[in-house]
């Protein structure tokens, strides 16, 4: 079975994957709503004690806000802009002026670290309907961005990192290593009989979306994973471009305990390999290898998309991520982005560890009742 080639961690809660509602079509009677198996992707030299932290999130019962301290649930501040029909709006006691299409609007926990946001008004669960004919300024009010609908039950959980190798050096010379690995991942559907559970990925960095990015193309094309359901991504410091800097910094933390002359070999080795094949021999080497980057511009998945990003992240650099933001918004994708601002890469949950679990609970409900 191919479960047992894969290092990865697979978490099954004792109670069913549902949250409950109350349901206008069924008399009020609560009815139980499939919560989804989500996926992690770690980052490149990730341990599964790191990405435990992230399987928390959705593993263990979520509460529902109205039963935690206000302090846990930042909400927004600052004024929105939304582009599109025009309109005021209030919104947790902060005016909002709306124009249709784009919601930009800052965030912050605290003054002194804001939070910067991006929204696609067409998403239902995060706004009312802004274009709706003759409704008065007054009757626009959008749902609070951090609230959370239900209580969720645990959902199953599983964690996987490619190996660093393979992200590093396999895919910077066009081998595609990573697509083995890709198909026994999503084998392992089968091989537990969960395949018919509803999908949402959470991946990490550039190591994360090189992986995804075979990920979506077996979901296209490979007859057996076809059929499978995903109703969302996450996206958490990534995607990036080529940014041979912020990829050496990377490789430079997951060697810093190896000796120093085998570390030295390695950056150097790298440094010249991603120059070479991504920088001068870039024509060349996209006749038969596309980039990570350039295939997730144009994907053809049209399920909701979260971008969590920081200006502050050394290793993927914010403006990547903003351009792959409106490249997926001009193919109609429902996405959202939240710029940090101050965190460092990978760094969300441990600076903002409330709003960031908010943010990915928010985003999973949407996903589901979307």
Known sequence: MASCELDYTIEIPDQPCSSQENSPNQGGKEVGTRQP?????GWGGCTDKNLAKYSAIYHKRQPSPDVLPAVEWPRPQVCCCLMGTKAWAKCVGHSMYSQGFLLFCQVSQSKETPVRTVLGDTWKPWAEEWESPGRKASQYRPAPLTSVCTVCQGCIVIRYTAPWHMVFFSESLGIPSLRVLAQKLLELLFDYEIEKEPLLFHVFSNAGVMLYRYVLELLQNHQRFCHLRVVGTIFDSGPGDSNVVGALRALAAILEHRPAVL??????AFALVAILFHVLLAPLTALFHTHFYDRLLSAASRWPELYLYSRAD??????????????????????????FVSSAHVSHLRDYPAYYTSLCVNFMHSCVHC
């Open 37 to 41: 198996l989500v996926i992690l992707l």
């Open 314 to 339: 050394e290793v993927v650099l914010a403006r990547d991520v903003e351009r792959m933001v409106e490249a997926r918004l001009a193919h109609q994708v429902l996405v959202r982005s939240v710029d």
């Open 263 to 268: 570390r030295l070999l390695l950056l150097v």
